[in-house]
């Protein structure tokens, strides 16, 4: 390896015989010159494309498709020609920890090829799927030299951040390539060469990395592509052994924890990031599930947390929904590995009654989605989970405003109930019934017991959900004449239907849900005040989304990801001060106006990059109260007061930009917005 790039080049064009040659040696899938490279040419071709004269530059100085393809779209993207070197992430423990097994794998060959390449002027990179460096090795000057563009540990190079080059370049494409000297959108790094290769997972081939081979244009040679390629070959093979011995490990764990488990039972054992390892007898949906698009980083610590605490509350992703109805064991092996069998006991189908019975399967895939790490959401999770785990409480009531997922919590208390998950779970809107329907929804009839009753009777939601679980949503649109009898059934426990002096049992949890603040409506007499008390055994309180900080930006990587897979289109990529208007935002409509919104950029919005351009116009709005001191306020008298004026004062100097505030202020974006917490300062309106 070390002879294929020891002798250094003056020359900055690649030798002539990579116009032609043994086509294994150039490696799998590469792209060759469509013309004879000349960077004098490629320059002129960049120029054209930067003047506004793309097509006309592109038949005049030709570049290979693959570079004419990737100029375009860093052009389309805004990325700025000029730029010098590329972003670096602060939070690289936290990725070198979340990439542990990759590093592992590739560390293996790494440490042999590192010492080969000292004093070629070559140096090997590894970034994650996100185009981050989190490790490099190689010739020392060469990584010196790597620094003064960030092409060191922590440097994003995707496309969208700095254009077109070996590692953004070869995750856009899914296979190794290699860009040259000129053929680099930036102009700053128009003076390297390199090669990258996609690594994939061997458990479902996504692509999680890129090997790239980078220096300065005098070590290009037309196999260096064929050597990333081999390389990313090598980690490949490196990790599918590790997994088989996660795999092997897991099983082990599992035989010898014993847990109930019978043959005829569906079993499917998982890992630490929820990808089956083993499955037996179970569905084909169910597999669909955890086989879906690589989880986000958010979604992998919170299966983590689940793992480590075995709170099942912590499951609140898409591929959890099948936790329902089954049992779940953690397994942990001698190694300190961790992952999870999954029991779906065999059971009697059972019949399905009419109605408005909500199934708590995949119909409502939002059923655990439940977004988020503010302290304020963890709380109401947690109190959920317990009463999920105690028996005893027979009464619930969520409070929250509209459109912050009330329903979802209603469904997490159900599906985490083992005694009840199996068991009807019925939903009513009291909001959508007419006060003359109101008891026969409620109770029920018997045949003709009022004018338009039904000729054969029929059960009221009581009898449906009796077993199981009854949602009353909206619960303070009940009429007051209807109070005295849901209170007398739920004190009871018995249920008369309209016309009927027959009592019938009744065994139903209640969970109650509304938007208005019902101890004002006990206060104004529209509320019973006891009926109130009984369905209050236990608040939970859901937060609004404005009280949920950095929950925003959690749920728009979440709805981001989801619309994309649903419509088969690219994620959106969102600009930093784009991210800050919407974190900034009320949200009065909660995250039902956050997911429309997202929906609706991936179906109106005709590019990939959303700037604060492309929001719409009530994103721009000043809100009525000011929050900034005004010139004339007094002399702080404390250091946190003078810590909160400094802060008032850059934020109106940069306009309500908190990305530059946070630079100027030299903090990290995070700890601002802990800052304004801090002090109560408002954000966006400036």
Sequence with gaps: MADAISAPRRATRPPDDLKGGDAAARGPRTEEFSTPYDEHTTMKAWECLLSGEAGD?????????????????????????RQREAPLNHGIDALIEQNRDLLAAARRSFG???????????????????????????????????????????????????GTNGIGTALWAGAPVFVHAAEHFC???KSWTCAGAPIREPFDNSII????????????????????AAAAQEIEKALAEQRNEERARLLEAFISSAPEYRRSDGLLIVDHRGRPIYCHNVAESTLRAFRANPPTPAAERRLVRFLESGNGAELDNDAMLALQNCHFSPLQADNGMRGAALVFPTREARPSPAARRADADASDSQANCIIGESPALRRAIEIASRVAATADVTSVLIEGETGVGKELFTRLIH??????????????NCGAITRELFGSELFGHVPGAFTGASRDGKPGVFELANGGALCLDEIGEMPPEIQPFLLRVLEERVVRRLGDSRARPVDVRLIASTNRDLRQEVEQGRFRRDLFYRISAVTIHVPPLRERGDDVLLLIEHFNSRFAARLGTAPLTFAAEALDILRAYRWPGNVRELRNLVEKLHILWRGTRVGPEDLPAEFHARPEEPALLPATAPRPHSIEEAECQAIRDVLLAEKGNLSRAAQKLGISRPTLYRKLDQFGIRRGFV
């Design 209 to 228: 990395g890129v090997v790239d081979l980078s220096g300065h244009p005098d070590i290009f040679r037309p196999h260096n592509i064929g050597l990333v």
């Design 112 to 162: 042999t090829i590192g010492r080969l390449l000292d004093g070629t002027g070559a140096m090997l990179v590894l970034a994650d799927r996100n185009g981050v460096l989190i490790d490099a090795i190689g010739d020392r000057r060469t990584l010196h030299d790597g620094m003064d563009i960030n092409l060191s540990i922590g440097g994003k190079w995707t496309e969208d951040v700095v």
């Design 415 to 428: 599906g985490r109930t083992r005694h009840r998950s199996d068991s009807p779970f019925v939903t009513l």
């Design 57 to 81: 530059g592109q038949r005049r100085f030709p570049v290979r498709p693959l570079i004419g393809d990737s100029w375009s779209r860093c052009a389309s993207c805004g990325i700025d020609a």
């Design 187 to 189: 102009a700053g790094i």
